[in-house]
């Protein structure tokens, strides 16, 4: 069952633009053109108009990447019962943070034990793509850091823990001296760190959406050194007394040259296991995500 050419459509429907798809896809911009307008001779209607400079779709083209993302589903699921009648699986996972990582590395071997012939690929990735993948069912479920969970519907939705976030300081700043390991109000770390170098995570990560509120409610605009979504790197600046940053609680480490300090009022965000809707749940996938709960519950 070929659907090659079904996630053609799809992702110049996704992408809005025929250079984006091509690019994405692998294929040549001329093909793919050409192949658009072979299908929309073959059917009797656009399924695409341009507007403002984005190919957006016509009511045909609706009616089309409709149809076509139930033919995708109905193959992957009819390919995923077929493995599943000898514990043959192909589970994809998406992952924003480290301590998705981290977890799938302790989990899997265990777990491969169990199931040696399920294939299990991990993709990383941040929140805006793995929602889209999610949204699109280009994978089966994504272990993600979240600031809220309207994106998806309540079943879809499994929040394993709510995960503190915390603010880091080099070791060696005077503020240390003064305060070991009192909370710090969002005041102080105004006040107390106005003008030092903030590294911050890039726009639209769980990090930086509650860095900005802080900012926005004391109507402060930091000095922004870098913005990074790597965890490693922007913890390895702090160690080095180059800036402050705002860290999750499970990339915590390297407590000689890094002081972490809680907010007061604590800031929070939501470590959740969504899984795409259809998602056909065989005895691989239960399995999976019951190692999942467990290791949360631990």
Known sequence: MDTKYLNYILTIARRKNMTKAAEELYVSQSSLSQYLSRLEQEIGDPLFIR???????????????EAARKVIRIQKDLYQDIRSLNNKSHITIGVTSQFGLRMLTEIIPAYKKEFPQVTIEISESNVPALTRMLLDEGI?????????????SREQVSVLREEEVLFAIPASHEYRKRNQDSAMTQEELVREFGKDNFMLS??????????????????????????????????????KGIGVTFIASSCVSDRENVAYYSLDPKLYRYNVLVL???????RPERVLFQYIYDYFKE
Request: hydrophobic share 45%.
């Open 276 to 282: 795409r809707k259809n998602l056909i749940q065989n």
């Open 140 to 152: 089966d479920c994504a272990i993600m850091a979240l600031n809220g969970t309207d994106a998806f």
């Open 51 to 65: 507007a403002k400079g984005e190919l957006l779709l016509t009511p045909a083209g609706e009616l089309y990447v």
């Open 202 to 239: 890039k726009k639209g990560s769980t990090l930086r959406v509650l860095a900005d509120r802080i900012f926005t409610a004391c109507d402060f605009q930091p000095s922004t050194m870098c913005e990074t979504n790597s965890i490693i790197a922007t913890r390895a600046m702090v160690a």
